[in-house]
């Protein structure tokens, strides 16, 4: 695929987890945190908004570059984030989550793949 059309997905898609994650985050949580947690326990998870927030500037920024070094390193990185993210996602659900968190589990190895297909095209 890609990096081009692969990076602006992936701005796309961090920046409403991280616009979610900043005005929703107990709803983020898909199941995990309970309803009634603690405004302090909230605040800190409003924290993880920045993460993705700032994931999705370093891809929308990212998309138009040429092949380097640092292009390389952007995409084994994803790999890494996006491979981990789904199996934390599937071990939740494991755990007793709840299923919900089948939905970012695969849209994190959709992801995962996606980059392990742009790498093996460079």
Excluded: C, Q
């Excluded at 945190?33 to 405004?39: G, I, L, N």
């Amino acid at each position: 695929m890609n990096h081009k059309i692969l990076f602006t997905i992936s701005a796309l898609y961090m920046a409403l987890i991280g616009i979610g994650h900043l005005f929703a985050p107990v709803e983020m949580s898909a199941g995990v945190v309970p309803a009634d947690v603690s405004s302090g326990m909230v605040a800190f998870l409003r924290h993880y908004a920045a993460l993705f927030i700032a994931l999705a500037a370093m891809y929308w920024l990212a998309r138009n570059a040429e092949p380097s070094a640092t292009l390389n390193a952007i995409i084994l990185a994803s790999i890494i984030l996006y491979g981990l993210a789904a199996v934390l996602d599937v071990t939740a659900v494991l755990s007793g989550a709840g299923p919900a968190g089948m939905v970012p589990a695969s849209m994190n190895l959709a992801f995962a793949l996606a980059f392990l297909l742009a790498r093996k095209k460079k």
